[in-house]
């Protein structure tokens, strides 16, 4: 279980201000210089800039990173990659470690964004509407037809941020995706955003920075296509969540 948050220091919050103004500026001169490409939608590009964007952030800012059993990544599509959602960061970190064109399933208000919401849309990513169960389908479907086109599409299962140490239950829209493409699917584990940035209300303190190393696990790519959703479901939950129990009672022995 995660700890409840203290008040945060002074060093926390003189870090927290200087996080938030390189991730300001970084990513304003970032957007400007890609309008052009964003108008013309030359996804491409937005994807290489993305890349760039994460990693100054991750240098400027001293974000520690740390990658387990990359040799197992696959690098090219069509695949569907699969983790779990931790903190707004997560996307930062997997772009930061991975260093690949990825496209995104996204909650749809982050598309509504000036300037962010039209990158997302230029670089390919899929808006998802949660409420509405037509149009997260059309969703699936539109993320099916860019597997198939050979492109590496990431989803988080869990459909929202989860607990620090822990998974939620997945939703089944990953698996039904899964077996509507018939693509191989990579499960990764993320640990470390939640606890670099919880964000406000699950903190429930101001937006803090504090300095905490973010690692990621790549798992074997499952090439099964026989299984149900509901199996293959089952079987990346256990996968993706195994490390995190692990880590969860190190923290526990250390803790007595």
Same mark, same amino acid.
């Given at each position: 279980?995660?700890?409840?948050?203290?008040?945060?220091?002074?060093?926390?919050?003189?870090?927290? $201000?200087?996080?938030?103004?390189?991730? !300001?500026?970084?990513?304003?001169?970032?957007?400007?210089?890609?309008?052009?490409? $964003?108008?013309?939608?030359?996804?491409?590009?937005?994807?290489?800039?993305?890349?760039?964007?994460?990693?100054?952030? $991750?240098?400027?800012?001293?974000?520690?990173?740390?990658?387990?059993?990359?040799?197992?990544?696959?690098?090219? +599509?069509? $695949?569907?990659?699969?983790?779990?959602?931790?903190?707004?960061?997560?996307?930062?970190?997997?772009?930061?470690?991975?260093?690949?064109?990825?496209?995104?399933?996204?909650?749809?208000?982050?598309?509504?964004?000036?300037?962010? +919401? =039209?990158? *997302?849309?230029?670089?390919?990513?899929?808006?998802?509407?949660? !409420?509405?169960?037509?149009?997260?389908?059309?969703?699936?479907?539109?993320?099916?037809?860019?597997?198939?086109?050979?492109?590496?599409?990431?989803?988080?299962?869990?459909?929202?941020? +989860?607990?620090?140490? #822990?998974? #939620?239950?997945?939703?089944?829209?990953?698996?039904?995706? #899964?077996?509507?493409? &018939?693509?191989?699917?990579?499960?990764?584990?993320?640990? !470390?955003? =939640?606890?670099?940035?919880?964000?406000? &209300?699950?903190?429930?303190?101001?937006?803090?920075?504090?300095?905490?190393?973010?690692?990621?696990?790549?798992?074997?790519?499952?090439?099964?296509?026989?299984?149900?959703?509901?199996? *293959?479901?089952?079987?990346?939950?256990?996968?993706?969540?195994?490390?995190?129990?692990?880590?969860?009672?190190?923290?526990?022995?250390?803790?007595?």
């Amino acid at each position: 279980m995660a700890k409840q948050a203290h008040k945060p220091g002074i060093i926390v919050v003189l870090y927290s $201000v200087y996080v938030w103004l390189v991730f !300001g500026l970084v990513t304003l001169t970032i957007l400007i210089i890609l309008l052009p490409f $964003v108008i013309v939608r030359w996804s491409q590009m937005i994807q290489r800039a993305a890349i760039i964007w994460a990693r100054i952030l $991750v240098g400027l800012t001293g974000i520690r990173l740390e990658a387990e059993n990359t040799v197992a990544l696959v690098t090219t +599509g069509p $695949v569907l990659f699969l983790a779990n959602h931790q903190s707004y960061l997560d996307i930062l970190a997997l772009y930061a470690i991975l260093q690949l064109r990825i496209v995104w399933l996204a909650k749809a208000s982050l598309f509504k964004i000036p300037l962010f +919401g =039209w990158a *997302l849309r230029a670089a390919g990513s899929i808006p998802v509407e949660r !409420g509405n169960p037509v149009k997260a389908r059309q969703s699936l479907y539109t993320a099916a037809q860019r597997i198939r086109r050979g492109l590496i599409v990431l989803i988080f299962p869990e459909g929202r941020r +989860g607990p620090p140490d #822990a998974i #939620a239950a997945f939703k089944p829209g990953a698996f039904l995706l #899964a077996a509507r493409a &018939k693509v191989p699917v990579q499960p990764i584990t993320l640990h !470390g955003t =939640w606890q670099v940035f919880p964000g406000l &209300k699950r903190a429930g303190i101001p937006l803090v920075f504090r300095q905490y190393r973010i690692r990621i696990q790549v798992h074997p790519v499952q090439h099964r296509t026989d299984l149900s959703p509901a199996e *293959l479901s089952q079987r990346m939950f256990r996968q993706i969540e195994a490390p995190l129990d692990r880590m969860r009672l190190f923290h526990e022995i250390l803790d007595c």
